[in-house]
């Protein structure tokens, strides 16, 4: 009962909406490894841009280019704002008040120990926030001018006029109070605070996002704000300076030119009636005018200062100043009548998208004397965050809370063939982290998303639009910019609880070291649809080695194995493969087959670093051995 070779070339795409029985020739789990030409092979891999890192966890990336020709990055953070040139991350995080000379005293709380007493009546700052003092006098000992006089991060809120800092060299290093340390910093001590830092969790009970906005009305008191709540940010270029505004806060400009730190829009010199605050803040490419959505309304001959969710605002016509409607320029609102908040806008082809909590709007420059108009687009096609879209070739993708959605001149539900395996294991209540990415070069979009048991992200699913591919992983990245500016698509995640931006597609390790658990495993493979058992004898695989390292790659070809489609699988058989393996001789025997193949830096071999791999057609020698 010999049988000629037998040649697998499984589907494209992992399946995990059927059973692994009726996914026959489809493949049916992985991670890390990408269809391309309908082939799987292992992602690219990533490496750290440069060894400095920042602070805060990366949640936006936005790149553009000086007259000069200059390429600059921008990089939001729960804590901060930065601009990275050349490798260094200069903070231009904006500031949220500067005190009179004097308003601010020190006390050390005890002899041998770096906590320090605060005291500023009023203070508005909140834990994390970062405040540098100037002027400040030494307490007398350890605590010198030198090691007040710096920036710190606030350590406890103790009430509304003190707050504690630990007293640190300009190093970092811990600097404990002594005996002699017993003065308060003198008369002419200044606090210069940022803005206040924002939270690292999303905040199911006051959140933006989550059903209707908080529990009160806007702008009171107990309403949400964007101290209470998970920090995203939106940028963008105008010209060759920047826009930043961390969401439901103040709209800031970084003018390139002048360098510093950004300011708030209503500080600008002209500033007529600009937003106090906004959602999310875009540039419109053609007709350039400033769009703010989710802006606080024009009542009399003043903005009123409180969010209204549902409102666009937008500039005069190349200017960053003029938000005053006129007759005799282009600023003016309008306001979307579907849902209870704007979650999210994204410029794509002709039109800006506007994604309310249950619709989809288009919004387009219609000229004089509208300015703008927007369109119904569809209703119940939700957006699940705020960076939760994604411009393709195609069309915009996006994810919903049910599943995931392409617009291209109408919406269309993408058939997925791993939904229930995200959704079903997905922390909703972290849903607002979610990032779409696009990744040109091998045709895919994909989101970051946090499983169930994490508050952070920490998976992936990609969707080739190409091969019609899905894939899945775990890999955790919390802002993502694809290439264009920069050659290589670009990412933040952390290493060692420390924050870097990581440079993707670059050689085939994970920073240097070898990528872990890389690996695709079939459906089940049976022989005479299960009435016989089958006997592999001999595996002939279909592998290219690619990389630097591809001479010296190698890869496992683990044959699992079990009678029955209830059974769990057994490891049968792993074999070792290659760039000159042409055979591997194997003993396996039963009704059904599932082969997995996986990179292997297991200890007992070797770390293999340097290679990638792609899988093609590979043949099994199998012959029907008896039916029990």
């Known amino acids: ?47 750290k841009e440069t060894s400095n890192y920042f602070l805060g966890t990366g949640r936006a990336l936005t790149a553009w280019v000086s007259l000069a020709s200059t390429r600059y990055l921008g990089i939001g953070t729960t804590w901060k704002y930065y601009v990275q040139e050349g490798g260094t991350f200069d903070d231009i995080t904006p500031i949220r008040a500067t005190t009179s000379a004097g308003d601010v005293t020190f006390a050390k709380v005890a002899n041998g120990d770096a906590t320090i007493t605060v005291s500023d009546t009023a203070h508005g700052a909140v834990q994390n926030d970062f405040v540098t003092f100037s002027g400040a006098a030494s307490l007398g000992g350890n605590i010198t001018d030198t090691v007040l006089n710096q920036e710190y991060q606030i350590a406890t809120i103790v009430n509304a006029n003190s707050y504690t800092i630990e007293a640190k060299d300009t190093s970092g290093d811990p600097v404990l109070a002594a005996a002699g340390d017993s003065g308060n910093g003198g008369g002419s001590t200044v606090g210069t605070y940022q803005i206040n830092v924002g939270l690292d969790v999303y905040v199911q009970s006051t959140g933006w996002g989550a059903g209707l906005w908080g529990d009160s009305v806007w702008g009171s008191a107990t309403a949400s704000s964007a101290t209470n709540q998970l920090r995203l940010w939106s940028n963008d270029a105008f010209g060759e300076d920047l826009l930043i505004n961390p969401r439901g806060s103040g709209v800031y400009y970084w003018d390139l030119s002048a360098g510093g730190r950004a300011v708030n829009i209503t500080s600008l010199s002209g500033a007529n009636l600009s937003p106090t605050a906004g959602l999310q803040t875009i ?321 007992d071999v070797g770390v293999r670093t340097g290679f990638k791999w792609r899988l093609g057609a590979n043949r099994f020698d199998i012959r029907t051995d008896g039916r029990r």
């Open 283 to 603: 540039v419109s490419d053609i007709d350039r005018h400033i769009i703010i959505l989710g802006a606080d309304p024009i009542v009399g001959s003043a903005r009123t200062g409180s969010i209204d969710p549902l409102l666009i605002a937008f500039s005069s016509q190349e200017s960053a100043t003029d938000w005053n409607p006129t007759a005799t320029n282009t600023a003016g609102s309008l306001r979307l009548s579907s849902g209870s908040q704007i979650v999210a806008g994204l410029r794509s082809r002709q039109e800006i998208l506007i994604w309310t909590d249950v619709s989809l709007y288009s919004m387009q420059f219609v000229g004089a004397p509208f300015t703008f108009g927007v369109n119904l687009i569809n209703e119940n096609v939700g957006l699940i965050s705020p960076n939760g879209a994604v411009n393709g070739p195609d069309g915009v993708y996006w994810m919903a809370r049910d599943g995931f959605y392409i617009y291209n001149g109408a919406v269309k539900r993408l058939v997925c063939s791993v939904l229930n395996y995200v959704l079903d294991d997905f922390n909703s209540s972290q849903a607002f982290k979610v990032v779409g990415f696009s990744n040109r070069e091998f045709n895919e979009i994909g989101w970051f998303y946090p499983s169930s048991s994490s508050s952070e992200i920490d998976r992936y699913v990609c969707y080739n639009y190409l091969d019609g591919a899905w894939s899945i992983g775990e890999l955790s990245r919390t802002a993502w910019l694809d290439d264009g500016i920069f050659q290589k698509p670009r990412a933040t995640g952390k290493s060692d609880d420390n924050s870097y931006l990581y440079i993707h597609e670059d050689g085939s390790d994970a920073d240097g070291s070898p990528m872990d658990n890389v690996f695709i495993e079939s459906g089940d493979i049976d022989i005479d649809e299960g009435n016989q058992f089958g006997f592999v004898s001999r595996i002939i695989p279909d592998v290219k080695f690619l990389g630097t390292n591809s001479t010296g790659g190698q890869i496992n070809f683990v044959l699992k194995t079990r009678n029955y489609p209830g059974e769990s699988l057994t490891v049968n058989s792993t074999s070792n493969v290659t760039s000159t393996t042409d055979q591997n001789f194997v003993r396996a025997r039963s009704r059904q087959m599932v082969l997995r193949v996986q990179s292997d830096d297991d200890a």
């Open 1 to 47: 009962n010999n049988m000629p070779l037998t040649k697998y070339k499984f589907q494209p795409g992992i399946n995990k909406e059927m059973t692994d029985l009726v996914d026959k020739g489809g493949w049916a789990d992985g991670n890390l490894v990408r269809f391309r030409k309908s082939l799987p092979e292992k992602i690219g891999g990533w490496v």
